[in-house]
């Protein structure tokens, strides 16, 4: 069999998709940082989270994208695969950074604390099971049965995921302001447009026949869609935080008294604002 080999063209797409994923999560995560400080202390837990996670994923990409670079040697203009390029990095990205997403999206929408442990507790179950599902498909051979065994497996807590943000949520938002509505619908659509990708490039490497289109696809797949559902993510409940902080009268405190509000300080707002 011949071994398995990129164009120079299919090389450089993927080493600059993680390029790009690195230079977005670094970027992110300096801001997330300053921003977070800026916000009165009870709306800063999801903005905390969000710094975590494009943290880890700064840390990840820098690993990948050493571990795509030592994986090829360049023989008469194609790059051979001779070395093993780590995928478990990705998954153990997703195994942190999944849950800590969700929790960001309960976090943000200020809800009683029953209510918030509940829906954190199955999201993070479903999330870790989800993922760890995956990784079993993901390294088994394209064409076998695993694979597609586990990418089954891997999408019933998917889709339970995706009922808790549509089905479950629907009348949460209804109690959120009228003025943060549109969004928490907006993030939402990007969770399931960004999310839906994953699975999508999962299945790369089964519908495609050249292993090489397959492989670049499903590399720059994921790495796009991290940016989007990491960075671009954390962006829309940075602006959600700041909008309920506004409304709530907080932002306009002192930063002396900014620093010192507590939970049930009137200018924070209700339980649901
Ligand atoms: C796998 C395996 C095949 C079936 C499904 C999958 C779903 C993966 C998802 C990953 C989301 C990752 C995120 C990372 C961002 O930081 C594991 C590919 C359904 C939805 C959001």
Redesign the pocket.
Known sequence: MEPFSLSEGQFEIVYNSFSFAIAAMGASLLFFLLKRTELPVPYRGAVTLSAL?VGI?LYHYLRIFESWESAFTLVDGRYVMDGTFNEGYRYVD?LL??PL?LAELVLVLRLSKGRTRSLITRLTIAAVL??AT?YP??IADPDSFTRTFW?VV??VP?VYILWVLFAELQSVIRTQPEESRPWFDGLRWLLLAT?GV??LA?LAPQVIDDAATAEVIRQVGYSVA?VL??PVFGLMILAIAFMKARRAGALEAQPDDVAALTDDDPRVGSIAG
């Open positions: 996670v994923a997703w950074t999944v997403l989800m993922i995956g498909g993901e990418g891997s999408t998917f999310w994953y699975p999962y991290d559902a990491k």
